[in-house]
């Protein structure tokens, strides 16, 4: 298992054994559930009470449908450790926080101070993604 | 025209200083070129043939002088002296240091122009109606709209690595001038039964190795649902999109292999639940965007009469001007195909004086056309003269806009990596053959567009004649298509049969000339008589 690198929560790293999307509804006992790039998310749904840790899988950063999977878990009210594993690279991990990760796992250490600076380089954002609690800029000239 | 608050100027601040970076890694070998390639392409840049080639977005196709003034010095100052309009309303430049982007890029935000998404898997620079704002057929201007998106695509964390480009143009007028329909979606704004307006959308065109033209999946959504829909469409697609093969990647397969049907099935379904999350920015925000473009001052009792005594003026303007919705000014194209000249090139030195006429005579405004050409979107029709003196000074007095010499062509095998033959080459020879003014008056519209590869950039689909170039046992071969269009009528061209070299190419189009101008019934365009004798004439003519 890779280490996870960044990790944007106070609570204790969930260790235990992932097992995939097609098994999962099958162990009544799984707390953590790894979502690969054709899996559906919505799959889980049922199940986000027993979750505590889901893995999104990006065998090549590429391949963006785990963006997708982040956001639909954590639109759904999801709120256990979210974890980008796999082909990390610097220039995503804010668009990463954004989708509702909120660890990461790169298979290849990345540069700490490069990462950090990617992490804070947006001061605002143009979408509401609902998941990262940002007021879109929309919000902000708009004040309710 | 719309202009950047303190949030905007910080977003492209921030991609600036994040892309200086991102090439500073690269220089220093932290980044791979196969790493940095997705990177550098979602910020416009390629590595082509000779040099990496640098493509700036003109979102929804407006420009102001001072930005137009700057594509100009960028062209002198890190280019070779010209820059080249694409089809999809941008500015490339072909020769440009890697080391010298972050500076243009710097230079670019400073008049609030970037180069975001100009390229790679994510939502493209949004296209439009060139004379948006202008045209008296347009039921409202669709640039907000195009606005909104554009901020709403552009850093989307969701849609940045989707399977394939993704390409959306707004229109909304009933004659469509943006080629809507051949794009990943088309948005048509239009009015309903209760006079309200909203947005219709197509989803699924293209053009590329399998051209589609995109399927109606939604006649009206409100406009305080247009991100939410536009979302929906995405998501759908971002998921299920295929990425096992790039050539079936784009949005058009999936439609195409789900069946149009199933895919809106898929999108009202996301749309429903997208509608509980609150991620659509209230309708004030598109208030405040459709105050940027209100109409420029005209002047109410601007004078309609026009002197076309001389008789190339006369010639220009029968040929390079359109209606304008206001009475005594026009709409007015700078042709950028002269004879012999490169499809949508011009001098740094030409860009800056169309700046400069865009200022003193269109209020400040000018536009980029999806055939490669610059629009004066509101000159007084007494200005005009002067306006056309000055462009005929310049050699960009060309009147052929929507001949047979106001041809579209990709940059091809002169500058391109993917590119299988010339196209420029063709362009320029085609343009010389029918150079008279007096011919190209006589064959009238005639929509010529050439591809270098099966691609499609230079449009050949949609051409009324398309040239396809092709690479036949290391040859250049070029095959040709007839019965394209892009406009309220779309349809895809046809191939006619076996393919030339460069000049058999050129011959043939002018037999095929020679075929409509003999059977051409009253107003009809070369399209016309086309679509009602059929390919037959033509083959016998051609192949005969």
Not at chain 1, 69 to 86: C, N, P, Q
Request: charged fraction near 25%; glycine fraction near 8%; charge should be negative.
């Amino acid at each position: 298992m890779v280490d996870v690198q960044f990790r944007f929560r106070d609570d204790e790293t969930v260790n235990d054994p992932a097992v995939t999307v097609d098994s999962f509804s099958e162990q009544s006992n799984a707390t953590a559930v790894r979502i690969e790039p054709g899996d559906d998310a919505r799959d889980l749904l049922p199940y986000l009470d027993r979750l505590s840790l889901v893995e999104v899988s990006f065998p090549a950063w590429t391949d963006g449908r785990g963006y997708s999977s982040a956001r639909i878990l954590r639109e759904a009210g999801y709120r256990g450790e979210m974890r980008a594993v796999g082909d990390l690279v610097i220039d995503m991990l804010h668009h990463l926080r954004r989708c509702g990760f909120d660890a990461f796992a790169p298979e290849k250490a990345l540069n700490e101070e490069d990462a950090q600076s990617a992490f804070d380089r947006w001061e605002n954002v143009y979408q509401a993604t609902v998941v990262d609690g940002r007021p879109a800029i929309w919000a902000k000239r708009h004040p309710a | 025209m719309y202009k950047y608050d303190e949030y905007d100027q910080q977003m492209v601040d921030t991609r600036v200083a994040e892309f200086r970076d991102q090439v500073r890694r690269r220089l220093a070998g932290d980044l791979t070129e196969d790493q940095f390639k997705p990177l550098r392409l979602q910020n416009g840049l390629y590595l082509q043939l000779h040099a990496y080639m640098l493509r700036v977005a003109v979102p929804y196709g407006t420009l102001n002088s001072a930005q137009m003034t700057l594509l100009g010095d960028i062209a002198d100052k890190y280019d070779r002296g010209y820059g080249h309009f694409t089809t999809r309303q941008n500015i490339q430049y072909n020769w440009i240091k890697l080391e010298d982007t972050p500076d243009i890029l710097a230079e670019l935000a400073k008049v609030e122009m970037h180069a975001i998404q100009t390229s790679g898997n994510c939502i493209r620079n949004i296209s439009s109606d060139q004379y948006a704002g202008a045209a008296a057929d347009e039921i409202v201007d669709p640039r907000p709209y195009a606005e909104l998106l554009r901020q709403w695509s552009s850093f989307h964390p969701e849609f940045l690595v989707l399977p394939r480009k993704f390409k959306i143009a707004v229109i909304a007028s009933e004659t469509d001038r943006a080629a809507m329909r051949l794009h990943d979606i088309g948005i048509k704004m239009v009015k309903n039964d209760a006079g309200e307006i909203g947005a219709r959308f197509y989803a699924g065109g293209g053009m590329g190795r399998t051209p589609m033209i995109a399927p109606l999946i939604r006649e009206f959504v409100p406009l305080d649902q247009l991100i939410t829909f536009s979302e929906a469409c995405l998501r759908v697609y971002n998921r299920y999109g295929r990425r096992d093969n790039k050539y079936k990647a784009r949005i058009k397969i999936l439609v195409h292999e789900l069946g149009r049907d199933e895919y809106v099935r898929q999108v009202e379904e996301e749309f429903a639940h997208l509608l509980t999350q609150p991620i659509e920015p209230p309708l004030a925000e598109l208030e405040r965007i459709k105050a940027h473009f209100v109409d420029p001052g005209f002047d109410a009792n601007a004078s309609d009469d026009l002197d076309l005594t001389d008789p190339d003026f006369r010639l220009w303007v029968e040929r390079n001007t359109h209606a304008h919705k206001q009475a005594g000014y026009v709409i007015a194209t700078v042709s950028l195909k002269p004879v012999g000249g490169i499809p949508g090139d011009a001098t740094a030195d030409q860009i800056r004086l169309m700046a400069k006429l865009a200022k003193d005579y269109s209020f400040d405004e000018l536009r980029v056309t999806h055939a490669q050409n610059i629009v004066f979107p509101h000159v007084r029709k007494a200005d005009l003269y002067t306006v056309w003196q000055a462009l005929d000074e310049a050699g960009l007095s060309t009147a052929n806009l929507d001949t047979v010499g106001d041809i579209i062509a990709c940059p091809g095998l002169d500058y391109c990596s993917l590119a299988n033959a010339r196209s420029i080459p063709v362009a320029q020879k085609i343009s010389e053959r029918f150079g008279s003014a007096q011919r190209q008056a006589e064959i009238g519209e005639l929509k010529l567009k050439i591809s270098g590869c099966i691609n499609a950039c230079g449009h050949h689909h949609a051409g009324h004649i398309g040239i396809l170039g092709v690479d036949k046992k290391g040859l250049e071969n070029y095959q040709l298509l007839f019965g394209g269009s892009e406009g309220a009528d779309t349809s895809l061209a046809k191939i006619i049969g076996p393919g030339f070299t460069e000049d058999g190419v050129v011959d043939a189009i002018e037999k095929a000339t020679e075929v409509y101008l003999a059977n051409k019934q009253g107003e009809e365009r070369f399209l016309d008589t086309y679509r009602r004798i059929g390919m037959d004439p033509f083959k016998e003519a051609i192949y005969g």
